[in-house]
């Protein structure tokens, strides 16, 4: 619980749908929703802290999730992988080479193809939360393996209120 990764609680999330048609911002924005409101409530107790979300126009939140032709090549993200890259950027206070804590956040999805989005975003916020070994083998149960296609897209239906 003490490897809450991030120095705030209330987070900016900006979603660039890039050449989407404009009726696919809707749906994109509301799986997007689902998966900030899952984080929200925090069914599973996975957090150590209350965290909340909104949606903002500013592309530098902390949170930005970037769709096809808004993709970006970075660094770690080089533009070819097939589903999503999510990229933290944070600071490496005792130099050991590893971020002690988070500042942002950058999912992309170069696929139109992909329809699991809600599923890509609540997976990839999971592993900025905590950095702890067991990280991995400890997230809450819709974003453990396995997955198949079917449950990543239907994930969120449970936790609707």
Do not use: M
């Not at 809707?26 to 107790?45: C, F, G, M, S």
């Not at 944070?90 to 999805?109: A, K």
């Amino acid at each position: 619980g003490e490897d809450y990764n991030w120095n705030i609680t209330d987070f900016n999330v900006y979603i660039d749908y890039g050449e989407f048609y404009k009726d696919t911002h809707n749906r994109i924005k509301r799986q997007v929703e689902y998966a900030l409101r899952y984080w929200e409530t925090d069914p599973h107790n996975y957090l150590s802290r209350q965290v909340s979300f909104e949606l903002s126009d500013n592309p530098n939140s902390e949170i930005t999730i970037k769709f096809v032709d808004a993709y970006t090549p970075t660094k770690n993200c080089k533009g070819d992988e097939e589903y999503y890259c999510a990229e933290f950027t944070g600071n490496d206070y005792d130099g050991d080479g590893v971020y002690d804590q988070y500042y942002q956040l950058n999912i992309q999805i170069p696929s139109k193809k992909v329809e699991h989005y809600s599923w890509l975003v609540g997976y990839s916020i999971a592993h900025t939360f905590r950095v702890d070994s067991n990280a991995d083998r400890d997230l809450p149960p819709p974003f453990r393996k396995p997955y198949t296609e079917s449950e990543r897209s239907n994930w969120w239906k449970k936790y609707q209120y």
